[in-house]
């Protein structure tokens, strides 16, 4: 069965510096999603992704936080220079329709830790 | 942000029995409902889901029901099973709104 493949599975990191978590969705799906999952709490939508351009962002989604699909199969997300509270399970995810579509897949997560 | 919640953090049910979780909502704009399961270290997996138009939908041993005048939806397992043991998750959207707002979870135990 097709899936979503987050890498790497778990990342730590200094606060203060960057990091990118990569997703490599299904391959014939067009729309990509960024989520996280702070311990404890509940999954929080980030960004959505289509046509090679943001269509949706939440208010976590500040100008530290962007977004690239740079070759056509990744999909990656960027935090510029990261926080304690960005500590987080973060998913990726990707459908061929848009939310409502067929085939919403989550990814099995990064596991970010910024100490 | 509290538009969904699921007010019970676990449940434990023995295995044969009905599973019920429970999740409230306060948008009425509200339209599309989904159930998700999730294991530890995996993401998030569909289960099943429904639109507003229904009040029920059955899959197996899952079944969703929908009540728009309380804004309560509902996960029936019958029977529970060990395996059904994982965190579930309700999430809903608005149409043409591209993304999901999630409850905060609930951790079913189905003891054998």
């Known amino acids: 069965e097709p899936e979503v493949t987050q890498t790497p599975s778990h990342q730590v990191t200094q606060m203060g510096q960057e990091v990118i978590l990569r997703c490599v969705p299904i391959?014939?799906?067009?729309?990509f999603y960024w989520y996280r999952q702070i311990l404890g709490q509940k999954v929080e939508f980030l960004v959505s992704f289509y046509n090679n351009e943001i269509s949706e962002k939440s208010e976590i989604f500040d100008d530290q936080f962007s977004v690239e699909r740079p070759d056509g199969s990744n999909f990656t997300l960027k935090i510029r220079s990261t926080k304690l509270e960005d500590s987080a399970m973060y998913f990726c995810a990707s459908s061929e329709g848009g939310v409502r579509g067929y085939g919403y897949t989550f990814g099995s997560g990064t596991r970010l830790t910024v100490v | 942000d509290q538009q969904v919640k699921q007010n019970s953090p676990s449940l434990s049910v023995q295995e044969g029995r009905i599973s019920i979780l429970n999740c409230d909502y306060t948008n009425s704009m509200f339209d599309y409902f989904l159930w998700y399961k999730k294991y530890p270290a995996e993401g998030p997996t569909f289960l099943i889901s429904i639109s507003s138009i229904k009040d029920k939908n059955e899959d197996g041993r899952f079944t969703v029901f929908l009540n728009k005048s309380a804004k309560h939806l509902s996960l029936h397992i019958v029977p529970s099973q060990p395996g059904d043991s994982a965190v579930y998750f309700c999430a809903t959207t608005i149409y043409n709104f591209n993304k999901f707002y999630f409850g905060s979870g609930t951790k079913l135990n189905v003891k054998p």
């Open positions: 391959s014939n799906h067009l729309y």
